[in-house]
């Protein structure tokens, strides 16, 4: 067993420490816009919208009505007045700066309460519960903050023909946006909270996660709240912290290790008793590229002639790759060469991508010996790899070298010497020993 599914309310004093809320515990009055729904089918016409404003609160006595005012622009039927217990709605990330350009997305649809029809949620709704609760004014708020980190599914109740909402379930991520390495472990955050005044919080809830990616989808994951069960696990590796998710709401998805597939939206849904909140997400896998250069060492060469040499980028995801050549002189000076002959792309099996590049670098127009660059530019961050080229009889010996060429130069003197010495030794005893030899045959000779 995971825990008891009644451990899952949480306390809204619990849950407010996990916001900041905004200064002097204000919160701020959101600008939404608010999606009527259409009459009719068809296709013709935009979207149809009204201006509306949510004035936020902690508590139920801080509503004012009658002290707001609303703007010309703004219908007066579309004021809605939010008491939100948890301050999920009053983040600091929902109020920008007075006067700043950048404000948070805020949409408000109308609801309709009934019960879910998904395997996973349908035991949760109750015969015996009365649908009474359920007639009255309900609202689904989906907001992004001003900085785009941050996205909630809000569901709010009002008594039917009234604009004092409360709120009754609110689900948030604080990961819209996740970039990973791969086979790093990865943390998609959901957590949600529910209104512990309603009837709908006593009968358990569900989890569900699921993913997206160009038109595809699967199920990720599945957790029974109500029987403490997991119903499916389509996804190795991923799971649940369970402890986290029946003490405070935390229904992140845990994935153990990024691996290429794992690139795409997810959706973190949260079902009670005839509703259900979602948040959406991106995961991306990215993995900058291995480079290498073949040959390495370059061989020598002389000016004038052209050099082949190429490039070979792997192991990167996802597939945008720039791969270009550099080449830098001895005075310092950078020269883009070109992308040169690019290759296409090939698949590895852990799901990553090769490419090649080959370079006709033709030296004349080099000047001087220097480096040669292949330069990788990813989304994973821009990788470098270079060699050096030398041009024979054209760059300046180095004082290694000419120390080198001098000793080269006195062994070679040495061995000339001693040659020389060796030749000219033998010779002389040769000589000798005809001249002796002579003088002995003269005298025979003589008498």
């Not at 009644?6 to 608010?34: D, M």
């Not at 699921?210 to 038109?215: K, T, V």
């Not at 992308?339 to 670098?361: M, P």
Request: hydrophobic share 35%.
């Amino acid at each position: 067993k995971f825990g008891s599914y009644n451990l899952w309310i949480v306390n809204a004093s619990t849950f407010t420490a996990q916001f900041s809320i905004c200064a002097h515990g204000s919160c701020p009055v959101l600008e939404c816009w608010f999606m009527k729904e259409k009459v009719g089918g068809g296709l013709s016409g935009g979207p149809n919208q009204d201006k509306s404003l949510l004035y936020v609160h902690k508590h139920a006595d801080s509503h004012r009505a009658e002290s707001h005012d609303a703007p010309l622009e703004v219908n007066p039927d579309r004021l809605y007045f939010v008491t939100d217990p948890a301050a999920t709605l009053c983040h600091r990330s929902l109020n920008p700066r007075r006067g700043s350009s950048n404000k948070p997305m805020c949409e408000i649809n109308p609801l309709h309460p009934q019960p879910s029809t998904l395997e996973l949620a349908v035991p949760l709704t109750e015969p015996a519960l009365s649908p009474i609760y359920l007639h009255a004014d309900w609202l689904s708020t989906a907001l992004q903050s001003f900085d785009k980190t941050m996205s909630i599914s809000a569901i709010t109740r009002a008594p039917t023909g009234t604009k004092e909402h409360d709120v009754i379930l609110t689900l948030t991520t604080k990961t819209v946006l996740v970039q990973s390495r791969l086979g790093a472990p990865v943390l998609l955050d959901c957590s949600f909270w529910a209104n512990p005044s309603s009837p709908l919080t006593g009968t358990g809830f569900a989890v569900e996660w699921r993913y997206q990616f160009r038109g595809d989808g699967r199920l990720v994951l599945a957790y029974d709240g109500k029987s403490d069960r997991l119903s499916h696990t389509g996804e190795e590796g991923a799971t649940l912290d369970f402890e986290a998710l029946h003490g405070r709401g935390n229904a992140s998805l845990i994935l153990q290790e990024a691996k290429v597939h794992h690139s795409g939206i997810y959706i973190c849904s949260v079902y009670l008793p005839y509703l259900q909140a979602q948040v959406a997400m991106e995961l991306q896998v990215v993995e900058p590229p291995s480079l290498s250069i073949h040959p390495s060492p370059l061989p020598l060469t002389a000016q004038g002639q052209t050099i082949n040499i190429q490039c070979e980028a792997s192991g990167f995801a996802p597939l945008s790759l720039d791969l270009h050549w550099e080449f830098k002189g001895a005075d310092g000076k950078t020269k883009v060469l070109g992308s040169g002959s690019l290759s296409s792309h090939r698949q590895l099996w852990d799901g990553t991508y090769t490419q090649s590049s080959r370079l006709e670098l033709d030296t004349a127009d080099l000047g001087r010996a220097g480096e040669v660059a292949c330069v990788g530019v990813h989304p994973g961050g821009t990788r470098r790899v270079s060699v050096e080229i030398n041009l024979i009889g054209f760059s300046s010996p180095s004082i290694e070298d000419s120390m080198a060429m001098v000793g080269v130069a006195l062994v070679l003197y040495g061995l000339i010497k001693l040659v020389s010495w060796s030749f000219s030794g033998s010779g002389n005893n040769k000589t000798s020993i005809m001249w002796n030899g002579g003088k002995e045959k003269w005298r025979f000779l003589c008498g």
